[in-house]
């Protein structure tokens, strides 16, 4: 038994590989959909109320479909993914941004000098929330950039963010851990550049071992986005499988082990929570 597949016109549009082709080259059933904002009740054919399928697509059309009668449909836990939630069950070593601060978006607008007088001139500021309202910048124009930022995004004042140092980083990958498995990984950016690679270093993939060896788990399946450091290699933040970019990963051994993982889980022989591998260490 396979798993079925749901994908967003979107990922077809914007992926650096042909996921559907090689999906279906491996004998899965595809289904192909675009995101329609003025769709309340997103259809269920052509699949039947409990089918196994895995949906993979933008964070819009995810949360629009997510209703469906289908398990496991997506794999994104989005109160699991908050930076608030997450950072307290990784080991703070590993994590880039140990030290951040979070706040209201509101209190930095009022009290940017007392953040200041913590960071300095320049921190980088990303939301606390998975769904990324905006993207992760660096502040330096503190009062300009802040109302940028309060004209171009739904970001409010009680929105929630994340506050840290400047941090000096040579590369970053993203790992795919599915069911405790660190199955394959890709390069996306080097020296600050988006650069792509089908390969990252065993460093990286050392971290994410330690990551899928946690007691505490985000999801079955989930990502795990790696930098390399002056001070080895450090956790940026965990994303959902379903939504993100999968760039040069191998996709045909990462939608296997996804489909069998969702089998596992529909099977009712998987869930999350599931013990632990043996730790390993670095």
């Known amino acids: 038994m396979q798993a079925k597949w749901l994908v ?7 992926n650096e590989q042909d996921v559907v082709g090689m999906l279906r080259a491996q004998g899965f059933e595809v289904t192909t959909r675009a995101y ?3 769709e309340r009740t ?25 209703s469906l009668p289908i398990l496991p449909g997506a794999y994104f836990q989005p109160n699991a993914l908050q930076c608030s939630v997450y950072t307290n069950h990784i080991p703070t070593e590993l994590l880039l941004n140990s030290n951040s601060i979070m706040a209201t978006f509101g209190d930095l607008r009022r009290r940017p000098d007392f953040f200041k007088n913590i960071f300095g001139s320049t921190a980088f500021i990303r939301p606390n929330a998975s769904q990324k309202i905006f993207s992760g910048c660096m ?12 004209q171009t995004s739904s970001v409010t004042d009680e929105t929630i963010v994340v506050l840290s140092a400047p941090q000096t980083i040579l590369s970053e990958h993203r790992l795919f851990v599915v069911n405790r498995e660190v199955i394959t990984a890709t390069q996306y950016q080097k020296n600050g550049e988006v650069c792509l690679s089908s390969t990252s270093p065993s460093d990286a993939w050392e971290v994410a071992h330690l990551m899928a060896a946690n007691t505490w788990q985000p999801d079955i399946a989930y990502v795990c986005d790696v930098a390399l450091t002056p001070a080895g290699p450090k956790i940026v933040e965990l994303n959902a499988i379903s939504t993100s970019g999968w760039y040069l990963a191998d996709i045909p051994l990462l939608t296997q082990a996804l489909s069998a993982a969702a089998v596992a889980e529909w099977n009712g022989d998987l869930c999350l929570g599931d013990e632990p591998v043996p730790k390993i260490k670095l």
């Open 8 to 14: 967003d016109q979107y990922m077809i549009d914007h």
């Open 36 to 38: 329609n904002r003025l």
């Open 42 to 66: 997103p259809q269920l054919a052509p699949f039947s109320a409990n089918d196994c399928a895995v949906i993979y697509g933008s964070l819009q059309f995810v949360a629009q479909h997510k």
């Open 139 to 150: 502040l330096n124009d503190w009062d300009s950039e802040l109302s940028a930022l309060s």
